[in-house]
């Protein structure tokens, strides 16, 4: 008779370059071991990568799930973690691929239901839908942005780099979001802080729990800190950014009086600043519409919290009991790749597993990112985030993958 709950956990990441792509296997028994698949998606592929890369993990993943995934969980809708969701007409591509693994449910943020917008009749479903037609807008921003990146001249090298990379990262990947709302044979579940879903028949005895996204009531307007004593940031690097000043030059090729250059130039220039300022802006609210999910199974706790910045974190952290939760927590994937405001100093340093010398006990992080994409101001990864993970903690990086998966999961 199988087992009604696992023994043990193993945790798979991909080498997908710069996104997030990881299989929990959940092992009851040895021929019972279910499968949940945690985003997969890219915005830029390793440098050694095959042609069809994508396609290549996604024969990978199902390999390694026999076929059949119990779950899958798209974080949010960033293209770094849903890209290799998209389709074709000829149903070859990477998410017809994850599709054939015919998953009984897909768990997303309550952002991505569809029906919201004309179910939401109460004041603060209304308030919700509104959110979502406002995602929307910008998403349409970003697909203009990334087609006039071209005549982006004024900006300087990092941040033309930064609008390109957040720019494509913020655009709709439709069919990669119509592949996710009808592969489940299950109705989708859209999630928020606080919600139940019933996985039992999908996986006994692995208690999940919804720590994020918050809704609009809980979260209230979500103001981004500029900075905070919560993110790994460097003080001397925040201030080189801010305090540094725009380069006055004309633009080349225009016909214009040389004592009006330095204006067009400046005007020019704030355009276009004015334009990756809006595009942060998008950045970060899909980033906090992330779910954050809990898992505990076989004595063992595991934190996925996709790219949840520090406006999702302080809602999830305030509420009573969830601190305590993450005490125990033995394998934290670390947030957004690394950057220097998705791992609260106070999550940090709550979660009582670190330590100093290695042993059977010690806290696990993974950490999904891929040097030198983006953000050259602020650092993608923190150093001083990944000093403290390698410091208190058993670090898998998966930069360190050779090949399409890490060949010697973490199993806990």
Same mark, same amino acid.
């Given at each position: 008779m199988p087992s009604s709950k696992p023994t043990k956990i193993t945790v798979r990441t991909y080498?997908?370059?710069?996104?997030?792509?990881?299989?929990?296997?959940?092992?009851?028994?040895?021929?019972?071991?279910?499968?949940?698949?945690i985003? /997969?998606?890219?915005?830029?592929?390793?440098?050694?990568?095959?042609?069809?890369?994508?396609?290549?993990?996604?024969?990978?993943?199902?390999?390694?799930?026999?076929?059949?995934?119990?779950?899958?969980?798209?974080?949010?809708?960033?293209?770094?973690?849903?890209?290799? /969701?998209?389709?074709?007409?000829?149903?070859t591509a990477s998410g017809d691929i994850i599709a054939s693994c015919e998953p009984e449910i897909v768990i997303q943020p309550w952002?991505?239901?569809?029906?919201?917008?004309?179910?939401?009749?109460?004041?603060?479903?209304?308030?919700?839908?509104?959110?979502?037609?406002?995602?929307?807008?910008?998403?349409? /921003?970003?697909?203009?942005?990334?087609?006039?990146?071209?005549?982006?001249?004024?900006?300087?090298?990092?941040?033309?780099?930064?609008?390109k990379f957040k720019g494509s990262n913020g655009?709709?990947?439709?069919?990669?979001?119509?592949?996710?709302?009808?592969?489940?044979?299950?109705?989708?579940?859209?999630?928020?802080?606080?919600?139940?879903?019933?996985?039992?028949?999908?996986?006994?005895?692995?208690?999940?729990?919804?720590?994020?996204?918050?809704?609009?009531?809980?979260?209230?307007?979500?103001?981004?800190?500029?900075?905070?004593?919560?993110?790994?940031?460097?003080?001397?690097n925040a201030w080189a950014y801010l305090n540094s000043s725009p380069k006055r030059e004309a633009p080349s090729g225009m016909d214009i009086p040389a004592e009006a250059r330095w204006f067009v130039a400046a005007a020019e220039r704030a355009s276009q600043e004015e334009t990756l300022g809006l595009v942060r802006i998008l950045d970060s609210y899909l980033n906090n519409t992330s779910v954050i999910l809990l898992f505990e199974?076989?004595?063992?706790?595991l934190l996925f919290p996709g790219d949840a910045q520090l406006e999702n974190w302080s809602c999830a952290l305030k509420k009573s009991g969830v601190s305590a939760q993450l005490k125990a927590v033995d394998l934290y994937k670390v947030g957004h790749h690394g950057s220097r405001n998705a791992t609260p100093k106070k999550l940090w340093l709550s979660l009582q597993k670190r330590a100093k010398t290695a042993s059977?006990?010690?806290?696990?992080?993974?950490?999904?990112?891929?040097?030198?994409?983006?953000?050259?101001? /602020?650092?993608?990864?923190?150093?001083?985030?990944?000093?403290?993970?390698?410091?208190?903690?058993?670090?898998?990086d998966s930069e360190d993958i050779h090949g399409l998966e890490d060949k010697e999961p973490v199993t806990v």
């Open positions: 080498k997908v370059g710069f996104g997030d792509c990881f299989l929990l296997s959940f092992h009851y028994a040895a021929s019972d071991v279910r499968h949940v698949l985003d /997969f998606g890219s915005n830029r592929l390793p440098k050694d990568a095959a042609k069809g890369h994508m396609k290549l993990i996604a024969e990978q993943i199902k390999k390694d799930c026999g076929g059949k995934l119990q779950a899958v969980v798209a974080t949010h809708r960033h293209k770094d973690h849903i890209s290799g /969701f998209a389709t074709n007409k000829a149903g952002t991505e239901d569809p029906d919201l917008d004309t179910d939401a009749v109460q004041p603060d479903l209304a308030a919700h839908a509104h959110l979502r037609s406002a995602l929307k807008e910008m998403q349409a /921003f970003a697909a203009s942005v990334d087609s006039m990146l071209p005549h982006y001249g004024s900006l300087g090298s990092a941040q033309l780099r930064e609008l655009l709709k990947n439709l069919s990669a979001v119509e592949n996710l709302m009808q592969m489940g044979k299950r109705k989708p579940a859209y999630v928020k802080s606080g919600d139940k879903v019933d996985l039992s028949k999908e996986l006994p005895g692995v208690k999940v729990t919804m720590l994020g996204p918050p809704t609009l009531s809980e979260a209230g307007t979500l103001a981004y800190a500029a900075s905070s004593p919560e993110y790994w940031l460097s003080v001397k199974a076989a004595g063992k706790r059977a006990t010690r806290l696990r992080t993974i950490l999904s990112t891929m040097k030198g994409v983006y953000n050259d101001q /602020f650092e993608v990864p923190r150093k001083a985030l990944v000093d403290a993970l390698k410091a208190e903690s058993t670090l898998y």
